[in-house]
Structures are given as C-alpha cells and as structure tokens.
C-alpha cells in the first residue's frame, strides 16, 4: 500500500510540475516576440519625411516659363501665365486678374535704380492698357522703398499701387509691387499688378512671392 501511495503521489507532482511550464510558456510568448521600437519607428519615419515635404513644397516656386526682357538679351524665370509681347512692355498675363511686366529699351539711361520707374512709366503704361480691366493706368503710389543687392545686383524695391481710372472718370487703385535696376548701362524694370475688382490677398500673395522670386533669376544666357 506504501508503494502504491508513494507513487500516486509522484505522478502528481509530475503533473504539476509539467502544467506549471506550459503555463509559463503562455505568458512569455507575447512579451517576448512586441518590440516597441519596432512598431513606433515605422511611425516616426513617415512622419519626418511627410514633414520633410511640406516644407519642400512650400519653399518650392515654380517658374517655368523663361524670357528675355524686351529688346535685350537679358533672362528671366517667370510663372506659367499668358505671355504677351508688346513694344517695351512684355507682360506675363492673367487677363482681368493680375499680371507681370518686363520693361526695358534701347537708348534709356539712369543714374540710379529708383529713377527708372519714372523715366519708363509711358513705356509701362502702354504695354498694360489692355489688361487693366478698362482702366488706363494714371501714375504709381509708392508707399514702401529699398535698396536690396542681389546676385551682385542693386535693386530698388518698391510697394504700393497702381492708380488708374476709367472713360468714366472713376478712379481706382491696383496693388503693385516690383523691382528697377541697372545691368551693363541699361535701366530694366521688373512689375508685378494685381487687377482684380476684390484685390483678393491670395493674388497680392502670389504675386509678391513670384515677383521675389523671379529677380532672383535674372542672368545674360537663357
């Protein structure tokens, strides 16, 4: 009976003891085969890169559209609009919304940058009469002014707006801005309008952002 006792008891303790290990093993899997780093780290990556590109993309202006300024074989990056050329004036165009104007000619001298917006104002005038919604160009009102050096080119950066009026008499005014500078002699003139009846601040937006970008672009080889 001893005998016998002694190993029903022995079997018990087996029992235990292998129910104890698959138990163990049950609870060790999981934690075991989770690597936090491993499941966060596909997260943090995408999110750098995302953000990477949002700031490429706002940085990023696109001027597709190479030209010359009028009568010289002087270059520009502009935007993807309409271009029209006109005697003196070349306009970059979104008829009845905004433009961008090169303004240059042969055998027109200044002494300095900020001359220039005078002395070709009859030239600018007349390459954007059509695309001023009706209204003839009258004279600037320069509000803001500097002098900037760019690419080893002193501009003179000018803000504030274009006023004009209409058959009619009625006066109106269009947000301006631009840039005047000399090159190798000559007076040149870079002038971004925006014509639209609401002077929306997307368009003030965008031209200023193009017009800051393109002098940047200004080079004798295409």
């Given at each position: 009976m001893k005998k016998i006792g002694a190993i029903i008891v022995a079997g018990i303790l087996v029992f235990g003891l292998t129910a104890c290990e698959k138990g163990g093993d049950k609870t060790s899997d999981p934690t075991n085969n989770v690597s936090i780093r491993?499941?966060?780290?596909?997260?943090?990556?995408?999110?750098?890169?995302?953000?990477?590109?949002?700031?490429?993309?706002?940085?990023?202006?696109?001027?597709?559209l190479t030209a010359n300024f009028p009568m010289f074989s002087l270059?520009?990056?502009?935007?993807?609009?309409?271009?029209?050329?006109?005697?003196?004036?070349?306009?970059?165009?979104?008829?009845?919304?905004?433009?961008?104007?090169?303004?240059?000619?042969?055998?027109?001298?200044?002494?300095?940058?900020?001359?220039?917006?005078?002395?070709?104002?009859?030239d600018f005038k007349t390459g954007v009469n059509t695309?001023?919604?009706?209204?003839?160009?009258?004279?600037?009102?320069?509000?803001?002014?500097?002098?900037?050096?760019?690419?080893?080119?002193?501009?003179?950066?000018?803000?504030?707006?274009?006023?004009?009026?209409?058959?009619?008499?009625?006066?109106?005014?269009?947000?301006?801005?631009?840039y005047t500078f000399i090159k190798d002699g000559n007076p040149f003139q870079i002038t971004g309008v925006v014509v639209s009846e609401g002077q929306e601040q997307e368009y003030i937006d965008e031209i200023t952002t193009y017009v800051d970008e393109m002098v940047k672009t200004i080079r004798d080889k295409r």
């Amino acid at each position: 009976m001893k005998k016998i006792g002694a190993i029903i008891v022995a079997g018990i303790l087996v029992f235990g003891l292998t129910a104890c290990e698959k138990g163990g093993d049950k609870t060790s899997d999981p934690t075991n085969n989770v690597s936090i780093r491993d499941t966060n780290e596909p997260a943090k990556t995408q999110e750098k890169q995302s953000s990477e590109q949002a700031k490429k993309s706002e940085s990023s202006v696109n001027l597709p559209l190479t030209a010359n300024f009028p009568m010289f074989s002087l270059f520009i990056d502009g935007p993807n609009y309409q271009f029209i050329q006109n005697g003196a004036t070349s306009l970059y165009n979104v008829g009845g919304i905004r433009f961008i104007a090169l303004t240059s000619a042969e055998g027109m001298k200044a002494d300095k940058p900020s001359e220039i917006i005078d002395l070709y104002f009859e030239d600018f005038k007349t390459g954007v009469n059509t695309n001023c919604r009706g209204y003839k160009p009258e004279q600037f009102n320069i509000k803001e002014s500097k002098e900037i050096e760019i690419n080893g080119i002193t501009f003179w950066r000018f803000q504030g707006e274009l006023l004009a009026k209409n058959i009619f008499d009625k006066e109106t005014s269009f947000y301006t801005v631009g840039y005047t500078f000399i090159k190798d002699g000559n007076p040149f003139q870079i002038t971004g309008v925006v014509v639209s009846e609401g002077q929306e601040q997307e368009y003030i937006d965008e031209i200023t952002t193009y017009v800051d970008e393109m002098v940047k672009t200004i080079r004798d080889k295409r």
